[in-house]
């Protein structure tokens, strides 16, 4: 156990074995993108990718790299570790291992945002802008009609699973009302994807990494007492209302800017949490190790994407959502038998 001082007189207790894993899981990251960034039609080996990331190579290998791959791969890891810290602070305040931006409607907030700007016409830069207000616009409205005491676990997810059920039929409409070619350029970015990123969208996703883990790390302490009960945690010295205000603002923040760069990608949110807690054994979020597993999963699934069907690429959130339902199945049929 390693407590480190925080600003306030406030401590922050990091497991060795959580911060273990959340090293492993940044190298695992680093790894898979150098791979990345030499995959391809020119393929580029993982030293020569070093000596160009460091300021050489050839004219050919830094233009390949640094203008054709790496705002990819920045928009991959930036999309994937915010999807992952967001997940966590989602499954730590509805203490519901199912809470996700997913099932609450912060996702198809994202969604209908950007279908707005599909009907009107607008820009991919548009579209993105608007899928992040969309986003925000669902968090706001999820927090209003749980109400000011409202924000507790349970009746957190029952109030997403309505506003969930009313956007996806908001978004239903609104394709029925785009011209054809807008609405076949919607379902592909409704699926999630990363092909055409560039830094425009990944640079608001980066700036967001920048400052809000700091404040979700200053607030773990409390999340961890809050998942034993609003009234204990009170009772500790917490206050509920404002952290829980505060975790999911920011969580929401993550989630509609990831939205907003590369579209719904489906349960990674709801996935990295999982296999961060099971491979921490610790309670809390483990929000650094969510981070750090959901940046590593994206980058492996777009290679997936990438490679894994001969002359076609696919949509990143198809295989997200292959894996990731198929992980859910196998999960609850495992709690299921554990339970037995």
């Given at each position: 156990m390693i407590v480190l001082r925080l600003p306030g007189g406030l401590s922050l207790r990091l497991h060795t074995r959580a911060l273990v894993v959340g090293g492993a899981g940044t190298l695992l990251a680093a790894s898979l993108a150098v791979l990345a960034v030499g995959a391809g039609d020119y393929p580029i080996s993982p030293a020569e990718v070093l000596r160009v990331l460091a300021g050489g190579g050839t004219p050919a290998e830094r233009f390949v790299v640094t203008e054709l791959r790496l705002p990819r791969l920045a928009t991959a890891l930036a999309v994937g570790a915010a999807l992952g810290l967001a997940g966590a602070v989602f499954q730590s305040l509805t203490r519901n291992p199912l809470g996700s931006p997913d099932i609450l409607g912060v996702t198809q907030g994202a969604a209908t945002g950007a279908l707005v700007v599909v009907v009107l016409g607008g820009s991919s830069i548009a579209l993105g802008a608007a899928a992040a207000a969309g986003g925000l616009a669902s968090g706001a409205l999820l927090a209003a009609l749980a109400g000011p005491r409202g924000l507790t676990g349970h009746r957190l997810v029952l109030v997403g699973i309505g506003?969930?059920?009313?956007?996806?039929?908001?978004?239903?409409?609104?394709?029925?009302?785009?011209?054809?070619?807008?609405?076949?350029?919607?379902?592909?970015?409704?699926?999630?994807?990363?092909?055409?990123?560039?830094?425009?969208?990944?640079?608001?996703?980066?700036?967001?990494?920048?400052?809000?883990?700091?404040?979700?790390?200053?607030?773990?302490?409390?999340?961890?007492?809050?998942?034993?009960?609003?009234?204990?945690?009170?009772?500790?010295?917490?206050?509920?209302?404002?952290?829980?205000?505060?975790?999911?603002?920011?969580?929401?923040?993550?989630?509609?800017?990831?939205?907003?760069?590369?579209?719904?990608?489906?349960?990674?949110?709801?996935?990295a949490p999982h296999l961060a807690r099971r491979l921490t054994r610790a309670p809390g979020p483990n929000l650094l190790p969510?981070?750090?597993?959901?940046?590593?999963?994206?980058?492996?699934?777009?290679?997936?994407?990438?490679?894994?069907?001969?002359?076609?690429?696919?949509?990143?959130?198809?295989?997200?959502?292959?894996?990731?339902?198929?992980?859910?199945?196998?999960?609850?049929?495992?709690?299921?038998?554990?339970?037995?």
């Open positions: 506003v969930t059920a009313i956007l996806t039929g908001v978004n239903g409409w609104l394709l029925t009302r785009a011209p054809l070619t807008d609405a076949a350029r919607a379902a592909l970015w409704l699926t999630g994807s990363l092909d055409g990123r560039g830094w425009a969208n990944a640079l608001p996703v980066l700036a967001a990494l920048a400052v809000l883990p700091a404040v979700l790390l200053a607030r773990a302490p409390a999340l961890r007492l809050i998942e034993l009960g609003d009234d204990t945690a009170a009772a500790l010295g917490v206050p509920v209302r404002r952290v829980r205000l505060a975790a999911l603002g920011a969580a929401v923040l993550l989630v509609s800017l990831a939205a907003g760069a590369a579209g719904p990608v489906s349960f990674l949110a709801l996935a969510a981070a750090a597993l959901g940046a590593a999963l994206l980058v492996a699934a777009d290679q997936v994407a990438q490679h894994a069907v001969g002359g076609h690429q696919l949509p990143v959130g198809v295989v997200t959502g292959v894996l990731g339902g198929g992980y859910l199945a196998w999960l609850l049929a495992s709690e299921r038998g554990s339970r037995r």
